[in-house]
Nanobody, 119 residues
Framework: QVRLLESGGGLVQAGGSLNLSCAVE????????MAWHRQAPGKSRELVAR?????????NYADSVKGRFTISRDNAENTVYLQMNSLKVDDTGVYYC???????????WGQGTQVTVSS
């Protein structure tokens, strides 16, 4: 059973920072492409950032967060991070961690963590 345990959400003022964490249990972490998605109220879920499986996996970001957010992974700690700087009100939403095995098949989702940015 693969479990994704997210933490680090909260309330922050515009311009502030938050660091989200997602710990993966129950499988070999390095086998997974890891990503953060978010869902704002009334909107569909969107990809925020992704890092490839293994060591030195390629990263990619949504245009709206480039230069402000950084995704990283620590394979020894089975954890992926999302450092969010210069937060904007539009960054508000529920942030979900996703793990996709490099060999395809079922992917996994965390329960979500709320990020609220106030003006």
């Amino acid at each position: 059973q693969v479990r994704l345990l997210e933490s680090g959400g909260g309330l922050v003022q515009a311009g502030g920072s938050l660091n989200l964490s997602c710990a993966v249990e129950g499988s070999i972490f390095s086998f997974y492409h890891m990503a953060w998605h978010r869902q704002a109220p009334g909107k569909s879920r969107e990809l925020v950032a992704r890092v490839g499986a293994g060591v030195g996996g390629r990263t990619n970001y949504a245009d709206s967060v480039k230069g402000r957010f950084t995704i990283s992974r620590d394979n020894a700690e089975n954890t992926v991070y999302l450092q969010m700087n210069s937060l904007k009100v539009d960054d508000t939403g529920v942030y979900y961690c996703n793990a996709e095995p490099y060999y395809g098949q079922t992917d996994y989702w965390g329960q979500g963590t709320q990020v609220t940015v106030s003006s």
